[in-house]
């Protein structure tokens, strides 16, 4: 790298804070601590996520017990994002009080609590450096990292500014080298973990800055650089050794500069200038590499009432499993979606799984469900051929029937269910039972991916900035539930507008004193900061699982930082402001304008 920019046209660079957020599930962290004497068990209920994993830890680090004398339940769970997934010593109270004490104990944390005691996200400053050629063609990316982990180590904080930022490192652009260096530093803070994305929207957030930086330094238009630099042969392998194996990077591009460009921004900005306004464009990229913990398990029962039972090890929180993966088995097994109960997030009925984290349900949890349906269709061709007297071969499967040669002659899947748990009814060789068990061994990521533009209107008078209009093309591969998409897509967009314009942590510098303590003082997005969110999903289905899925849950907080930065700078042009950090807030854009007219 360093021979790359020492023959390098142009270098561009940049310093840039990511700033530290307060993670605020709607839910807070809560638990009943319950512990059975005769046995000596111990049951966590908890608002938790990956219940297999703290089980493992609880049983292993803490109690020193056999796993399966310890039950770890999230029913129900009002939002994580992340933040939910670590051991905190909470769990561990309540359970070492319940067996004390001999009865169940509940502790529900305050909002207050929730703000020094749950981890928090990103912190981290970063120097990006980028070489061009003559041409404006991306040579080489260095980037230099210092990472606030905190008071002390969370269970994977250091993951969120190395590993994790790692894959996605130079996003949707060909840079042939690239070298990343990250240094750890403690401070007297809040530990720091996985939040929303985890290290890809730091990522995602350099290189689009430092794109749009290099833009103007080199009186280019940001639309064509980026065109000019995009992947556009697949698969590809990244600069740190990743292969993308599919992306609809230049059409997202195309599609939204043509939107924006034909969408009369020109007479919106003459517009706001005439009422003393200012108003800017700010378009970017994204990459997201989705796979969190590789590994998934699926299990699908039939009872004895007919209803169908799916096992999942995955964990919704709000995501709306227990929709869409019903909808992938009603689509492979021809049966309603009525049909299906769904189960997840208890170790008593969910042998292993690894839970949530990295947009990963539907690649990792759903391919197990599919091999799962898989099995169960192969055992019942077999036994469904024996019952009709027909060869395997001859059979067909559709809309929840097999039948055989010409279709006069077939059996309802859950006809055949019932049948099977019989011996009798069986060919030689096969087990009873439809019952499926399996496990996704998938290590491979998928890469979500898209193209975003805000428009943005200051006052100059007082910094206010106000997001006008938002617009994403996003590609998620196929969608099994587009409404669930279009959910989750626009709370991560709220979420990283509420970063890139609000939401500030703030600590004494002098004593370590949390300043920004509660919703007084730390600024969420609200309704009325937000304009109507235009999505638009464009699928381009991967071949590395079998639904083709990549994963939306962590797309709209990666997305969102650089495009409203990038609206605000477009903005501020006018001044000559290059640079402005994250919170964009009033104080700060006021100053940047006035510092540039003071010259």
């Known amino acids: 790298v360093g021979a790359v920019f020492a023959g390098a046209a142009h270098i561009v660079e940049i310093e840039l804070v990511n700033n530290r957020l307060v993670v605020a599930p709607i839910e807070p962290r809560a638990a009943i601590g319950h512990y059975d004497a005769a046995g000596d068990r111990l049951e966590l209920l908890l608002t938790g996520q990956g219940v297999h994993s703290l089980r493992q830890q609880l049983a292993d680090a803490v109690f020193h017990l056999p796993a399966d004398r310890i039950v770890v339940r999230a029913p129900d769970v009002g939002g994580g994002f992340g933040v939910k997934n670590f051991l905190y010593p909470e769990w561990v109270l309540v359970l070492w009080a319940a067996r004390h004490l001999g009865r169940p104990v509940k502790w529900i944390a305050e909002r207050g609590e929730e703000f020094v005691s749950s981890a928090q996200g990103r912190d981290n400053h970063t120097r990006g450096r980028l070489a061009l050629d003559q041409d404006g063609r991306f040579l080489a990316l260095d980037v230099n990292t210092v990472a606030n982990l905190g008071a002390y180590l969370s269970t994977n904080g250091p993951g969120s500014s190395t590993n994790s930022p790692a894959s996605a490192m130079g996003g949707v652009y060909a840079i042939p080298a690239v070298f990343m260096t990250v240094r750890g530093v403690f401070t007297n803070t809040v530990p720091i973990d996985a939040y929303r994305g985890a290290g890809k929207p730091e990522a995602n957030y350099l290189i689009e800055r430092l794109v749009d930086h290099a833009a103007r330094r080199l009186a280019l238009d940001p639309v064509a650089l980026r065109r000019r630099n995009l992947i556009k042969k697949f698969p590809y392998r990244s600069g740190l050794g990743v292969t993308i194996d599919c992306g609809r990077f230049a059409a997202n591009l195309d599609e939204m500069a043509r939107r924006v460009l034909s969408e009369g921004f020109a007479a919106r900005r003459q517009e706001s200038a005439e009422r003393g306004r200012l108003r800017g464009l700010g378009i970017a990229c994204f990459l997201e590499t989705s796979r969190g913990t590789p590994g998934e398990r699926a299990e699908i029962r039939f009872e004895g009432d007919g209803r169908v039972v799916l096992v999942l090890g995955t964990q919704s929180n709000g995501q709306g499993h227990e929709t869409s993966f019903p909808q992938i088995a009603?689509?492979?097994?021809?049966?309603?979606?009525?049909?299906?109960?769904?189960?997840?997030?208890?170790?008593?009925?969910?042998?292993?799984?690894?839970?949530?984290g990295g947009a990963r349900s539907?690649?990792?949890?759903?391919?197990?469900?599919?091999?799962a349906a898989q099995m169960v269709l192969s055992k019942g061709r077999a036994i469904a051929a024996h019952l009709l007297q027909a060869d395997a071969d001859e059979m067909s499967f559709s809309e929840g029937r097999f039948t055989a040669g010409s279709g006069e002659r077939g059996i309802d899947l859950l006809a055949l269910a019932e049948a099977a748990r019989d011996p009798a009814n069986l060919p030689d060789g096969i087990s009873p039972g439809l019952d499926a068990n399996a496990y996704n061994d998938s290590d491979v990521f998928t890469f979500p991916n898209g193209c975003h533009a805000a428009e943005i209107e200051i006052d100059p008078e007082t910094g206010t900035a106000t997001l006008e209009r938002y617009a994403a093309i996003d590609d998620y591969g196929r969608l099994i539930n587009p409404m669930l998409t279009v959910g989750q897509v626009q709370g991560g967009l709220a979420q990283g507008i509420g970063q890139a314009l609000l939401e500030h942590t703030v600590y004494d510098e002098r004593s370590g004193q949390l300043l920004s303590g509660s919703?007084?003082?730390?600024?969420?997005?609200?309704?009325?900061?937000?304009?109507?969110?235009?999505?638009?999903?464009?699928?381009?289905?991967?071949?590395?699982?079998?639904?083709?899925?990549?994963?939306?849950g962590q797309a709209g907080c990666i997305a969102a930082p650089q495009t409203i930065v990038n609206a605000i700078l477009d903005a501020l042009s006018h001044f000559g402001v290059e640079h402005i950090d994250m919170p964009a807030t009033p104080e700060r854009i006021w100053r940047a304008i006035r510092s540039a007219r003071q010259g």
Do not use: C, W
């Not at 539907?362 to 091999?371: E, V």
């Open 330 to 356: 009603a689509d492979l097994l021809g049966l309603p979606i009525s049909a299906f109960r769904f189960v997840q997030a208890d170790t008593r009925a969910v042998k292993s799984g690894n839970g949530h």
């Open 362 to 371: 539907m690649h990792m949890g759903g391919t197990a469900l599919h091999q």
């Open 519 to 552: 919703f007084m003082d730390y600024a969420l997005p609200r309704a009325d900061d937000l304009p109507p969110l235009d999505i638009t999903l464009a699928e381009l289905p991967t071949a590395v699982n079998p639904l083709g899925v990549k994963g939306a």
